[in-house]
């Protein structure tokens, strides 16, 4: 794929993130793989992730930036986003963890960008009372005080609190913890992470190097985030060995710039606040972010950039577990396929040499056709024989429904006993695969009574068909005396017996029983139709067979198929695949389309 232009790449963004939204959402992985659930939750957050960030932050680039302030249970999140704003907005304790709800402050200015579900749609909203100029006394009660609810209970909330002492063009939003034992928090701190403009990582002198937070922040780096540290509590000398450590840590995760504010270990005031004038140089580097128009949209951009960097990196994640997902699903397919595919080989076998003559089928047509004598009539004298064979026939009419009912059953019982066969052997070779057994568990056992109903419906509607055909060849040969004289029936059971004996060369004195009998029938047939009409009835008997068989064996797999439909509805690898590719392409490292920009 050639890299687009640049005015392209401008037209082409947002189509193609609706394709990767498409081709996203078209993903259930429903297979019981081990990468399967990996798959179906990593196609969960790259969903978020558009749906939260990148979507909304290309269509307005201009929004105020969402600083998230993330960090361990207890670091001093809250503590932190109250002196930033310089009142207790935020609940801080004692209890691990105490921030449950995500709280975001923006300048008042800002609300309308808060308002309507651009930032994290995925959330609800309940706004909060603000103050009103930054005059007024602190918030008493750092509760939520709830003034309108605009979600429902199940969902998850974001409060919004409008906060004078924020600058406008930037959000503070106080986050959930990353690592406390509350699921739900380190879930939706994920999320929220996502949807970050900048992180604030808030962390302790004594917690600087956990491992949980240290995942995000080497993602943070990987997303070229832009990240700023802040060191809380730090006791008293000992600030330059952490901040040494702590940078040396950052370099090897690509956050070798990012800013480290380091916060002594100092007492709360009253409501907990620290002192505003430990937070200033933090105050200070966001009030410069937010004034700088340009120089914000550059910071959304390049987080845009990241994230749909990381997008892309995760389709081809989840490309590698649809693919791994469809290997599995084409051998299984290819399982029944060939299971059914031999069944029909083998019942065509059945039909061609001879066997279904034998025994009662035999016996029957015998006694249709009469005596060994009438047999040798017919072939010595063929002119002779089509009288006699009238004659005999209109003489003792021997009832051809028996014959016809021996064919049929000894049909059926070919036809039942291969679809057996497949249904055993698909589901033998499904049952070594744990994606295979996982599908079987839906489906229902072998029907032997439902199949044979369904085969032997099939197989009379074959004989009505071979007698309308009869009686339509009849019809235009006008024959019709001489076939009525034979009965339709009658020689309808003759093309029967000879369609399932007359490919196999059975001539001269290499004639069994059953080829005897077919000669005999064809014999018969040719007397009424001549020889190219009985070929030609012959194969399109045997046509019609074998589409009803393999109609019938069709229908017998469509459980197995049905079972794997979900998996064909799925996108392919290779789309995922190549939307990444092109998410890649869209946006070359320092350049950027443009979309929404300015808008
Ligand atoms: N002395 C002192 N105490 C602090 C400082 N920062 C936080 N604390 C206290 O540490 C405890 C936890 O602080 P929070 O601000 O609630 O921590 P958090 O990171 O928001 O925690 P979660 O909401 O559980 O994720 C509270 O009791 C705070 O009063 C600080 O700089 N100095
Ligand atoms: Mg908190």
Do not use: C
Request: no cysteine.
């Amino acid at each position: 794929m050639s890299a687009p232009s640049p005015a392209g790449d401008a037209r082409a963004l947002p189509p193609l993130l609706r394709d990767v939204n498409g081709a996203l959402e078209n993903l259930a992985f429903p297979l019981a793989l081990p990468s399967s659930a990996d798959a179906r939750a990593a196609t969960k957050s790259a969903r978020a992730q558009l749906d939260d960030y990148i979507l909304p932050r290309l269509a307005s680039l201009d929004a105020p930036l969402v600083a998230v302030v993330g960090g361990s249970t207890g670091a001093g999140k809250s503590t932190l986003v109250n002196a930033l704003v310089g009142r207790p907005v935020s609940a801080t304790g004692a209890v691990r963890p105490t921030t449950r709800q995500p709280l975001l402050l923006h300048h008042p200015d800002d609300a309308a960008w808060f308002d309507d579900a651009r930032v994290l749609p995925s959330l609800g909203r309940v706004r909060l009372a603000g103050d009103d100029g930054g005059g007024g006394p602190p918030t008493s009660s750092p509760a939520p005080v709830q003034h309108h609810a605009t979600t429902d209970p199940g969902k998850d909330t974001l409060l919004l609190r409008p906060t004078s002492t924020l600058p406008v063009g930037l959000a503070l939003l106080d986050a959930p913890d990353v690592d406390s034992i509350a699921d739900e928090n380190r879930r939706l701190a994920g999320q929220l992470l996502a949807a970050a403009d900048l992180w604030l990582f808030v962390t302790t002198a004594n917690r600087y190097a956990d491992a949980v937070p240290w995942k995000l922040l080497a993602e943070a780096g990987r997303r070229d985030v832009l990240v700023a540290i802040v060191l809380d509590r730090v006791p008293p000398g000992v600030e330059e060995e952490i901040r040494s450590d702590l940078m040396t840590l950052l370099s090897a995760q690509n956050l070798g710039h990012a800013p480290i504010f380091v916060i002594p270990e100092l007492p709360l005031g009253s409501a907990r606040m620290l002192p505003a004038d430990a937070v200033e140089p933090i105050t200070r580097w966001l009030h410069a972010l937010a004034v700088d128009a340009e120089g914000r949209r550059d910071i959304a951009r390049r987080t845009v950039q990241g994230a749909m960097r990381a997008l892309a990196g995760r389709m081809d994640g989840i490309a590698e577990a649809a693919s791994q997902e469809q290997a599995i699903g084409d051998e299984l397919r290819a399982a029944a396929d060939g299971a059914y595919r031999e069944a029909l080989r083998s019942v065509l076998a059945a039909t061609e040499d001879g066997r279904l003559l034998r025994g009662e089928v035999l016996a029957r047509w015998q006694d249709f056709v009469g005596t060994g004598e009438f047999m040798r009539g017919l072939e010595s004298r063929i002119g002779r024989a089509r009288d006699r064979v009238s004659a005999f026939f209109t003489g003792r009419p021997a009832p051809a429904a028996t014959v016809a009912d021996a064919i049929g059953s000894g049909l059926q019982t070919v036809v039942v006993e291969q679809a057996a066969r497949a249904d055993e052997s698909t589901r033998r070779r499904w049952r070594a695969d744990a994606a295979g057994r996982s599908l079987l568990e839906g489906l229902a056992p072998w029907q032997a009574d439902e199949v044979s109903a369904d085969v032997a419906r099939e197989i009379r509607a074959w004989q009505e068909d071979l007698l309308l055909l009869v009686q339509a060849e009849g019809a235009d040969k006008r024959f019709t005396a001489r076939m009525l004289s034979f009965g339709v029936n009658g020689i309808a059971v003759a093309l029967m017996v000879v369609v399932f004996a007359s490919t196999g060369g059975l001539t001269g004195g290499e004639i069994g029983i059953a080829g005897a009998s077919a000669v005999a029938g064809q014999k018969l047939l040719e007397a009424v139709f001549g020889d190219d009409a009985v070929r030609r009835l012959t194969a399109t008997a045997r046509e019609d067979l074998s589409t009803r068989v393999e109609g019938l064996f069709r229908q017998e797999r469509e459980h197995f198929d049905r079972s794997l439909e979900p998996l064909a509805r799925q996108t392919p690898a290779e789309t995922l695949r190549v939307l990444a590719s092109r998410l890649r392409t869209a946006l070359p490292p320092g350049r950027f389309p443009g979309t929404g920009d300015g808008a």
